[in-house]
């Protein structure tokens, strides 16, 4: 009885939450980043959107391919936060249509009355150089200190290091530090700054289109040539083909290369021998993990800017800014988003932090590093409860062992990704559709009930934190 009627009632929750595709892109953009976003997911259209499904228009198979293989599951995490029905996607191809209107290609009338076609977005597409990441705000420690000094020789004395390789691990200041040369270098010269990422969506744009006459001219009429994360190249042939010999052509024309990368040239596997040696013969160097005077150094440094930009003080004791610095990790991206929401709290706040409330606000941050598995959810829950875990998933449907297993249900479907037929089917092979049921219950109850909102937040932590 019980199961039949939850089943209605959740389809027809379903049923009045239709996706509004304008704002499901704008979140797009926001979790995959501009870069990737206009890259590959711009031109995603909504062809059919069904209560568990959806299926996504892609303009080629190319599209197709390598958006499931990269994206697909961060698609589904993002369309799921607008519908939580969803479970499933699929990508039809729809045609090429879409992306001529993206007003990236332009047909223009060639001298010879001939059609040519010309990449006219460059400027906007390429040369994304951001000001906020220059030399003035990159600040220098044990770590970074050669990196950077090689960065400002070439600035001084263009092709004296040719190519730069910088190299470091994720979040350590590669990109700023390349970005800062970039825009150095553009007061005198025409610089070409783009991801390998991009670099490869261009090439691959161009081959369709008859466009690869343009494209290498485009690419080597640089005087300056920076590419982001090179290693995005690794085991893609025709890529390293082209990256090749656009390479020699900007060398033989002694154009200023610099490469950044997520390891040493000798570590890049997958990649041609020719361009291993090539990407190795000029200066190599790494940028490692800060140390704790770096983070120090880097905090008072966004604390400054800070209080430059907002003008206002930020009421940070020393003691809470070594707090920070110690007890991240050796991330500085992470160093820095951390800091960003221990600033924000204490503007809400409006208290000077202690030690301790940083620790509270910052307790998500550190446990999402644990992995929390259904079964960690179902056993603490259980416990909690003080029923027995075959109990609570068995078929019986008394209240005291239904709202535990509810509980659970709802607290995988929050903290882990596992998807809801997953959820079902660790919760003794129930439908997807009960899983639903449950957490829009739990939902409503912990908004209602002061009791089963308590209940739930200090399950949440011991899940989080134990
Ligand atoms: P990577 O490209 O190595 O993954 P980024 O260059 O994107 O890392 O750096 C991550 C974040 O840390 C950026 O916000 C960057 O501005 C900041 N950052 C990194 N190194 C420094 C530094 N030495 N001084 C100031 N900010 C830094
Ligand atoms: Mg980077």
Redesign the pocket.
């Known amino acids: 009885m019980e199961e039949t009627s939850l089943k209605n009632s959740s389809s027809s929750f379903i049923e009045e939450n239709l996706l509004n595709w304008n704002s499901v892109q704008r979140d797009f953009e926001k979790a995959f980043g501009t870069e990737v976003y206009s890259s590959w997911l711009k031109d995603l259209s909504l062809v059919k959107e069904y209560n568990h499904y959806v299926i996504l228009g892609v303009q080629t198979r190319f599209f197709r391919d390598w958006i499931t293989s990269r994206y697909a599951d961060r698609i589904l995490n993002e369309l799921k936060r607008h519908k939580l029905s969803i479970n499933r996607l699929e990508f039809k191809i729809v045609g090429g249509e879409k992306v001529l209107k993206g007003k990236s290609i332009t047909s223009i009338a060639a001298p010879f009355g001939k059609k040519i076609t010309q990449i006219t977005d460059s400027v906007l597409n390429y040369n994304r150089l951001n000001d906020s ?1 220059n030399f003035d ?5 044990k770590s ?1 200190k050669i990196a950077f000094l090689s960065a400002k020789k070439i600035c001084d004395k263009l092709s004296i290091y040719n190519p730069l390789f910088v190299y ?1 691990g ?8 390349i970005n800062a040369i970039g825009l150095e270098l553009s007061k005198n010269n025409s610089v070409m700054f783009i991801s390998a990422e991009r670099f490869m969506y261009q090439f691959i744009k161009s081959i369709k289109k008859n466009e690869m006459v343009s494209f290498k001219d485009f690419f080597r009429k640089a005087k300056v040539f920076i590419i982001d994360d090179i290693q995005f190249i690794r085991g893609k042939e025709g890529l390293q083909e082209e990256f090749f010999h656009t390479f020699n052509s900007l060398f033989e024309k002694s154009a200023q290369i610099v490469i ?1 990368c997520d390891r040493p040239p000798n570590k890049l596997d997958k990649v041609q021998d020719r361009i291993r040696s090539r990407l190795s013969g000029g200066l190599v160097v790494d ?1 490692g993990a800060p140390d704790f005077d ?1 983070k120090l150094n ?1 905090l008072n ?1 966004k604390i400054e800017e800070f209080q430059n930009s907002f003008k206002e003080n930020l009421n940070l004791s020393k003691e809470v800014i070594e707090f920070i610095a110690k007890d991240t990790k050796s991330n ?2 992470e160093l ?1 988003g951390i800091f960003n929401r221990i600033v924000a709290f204490s503007k809400m706040s409006n208290k000077s932090l202690s030690i301790n409330d940083c620790k509270i606000i910052l307790k998500d941050v550190y446990s999402s590093n644990k992995i929390i598995t259904i079964d960690r959810i179902q056993n603490i829950t259980s416990n909690f409860y003080s029923i027995n875990l075959e109990e609570m998933l068995s078929q019986r449907r008394s209240r005291p062992l239904a709202r535990p297993r509810q509980i659970a249900m709802y607290l995988a479907k929050k903290l882990t990704t596992r998807s809801l037929p997953e959820i079902g089917r660790k919760f003794a092979n129930r439908d997807h559709t009960t899983v639903i049921h449950a957490v829009k219950t739990i939902d409503k109850l912990s908004q209602s009930n002061e009791e089963m909102k308590k209940n739930i937040d200090e399950l949440k932590s011991i899940i989080l934190n134990d």
């Open positions: 990441l705000n990159f600040v220098i420690g970074n470091g994720v979040g350590l200041g590669k990109t700023h530090l950044s940028i770096l880097i440094k500085i991206r820095i």
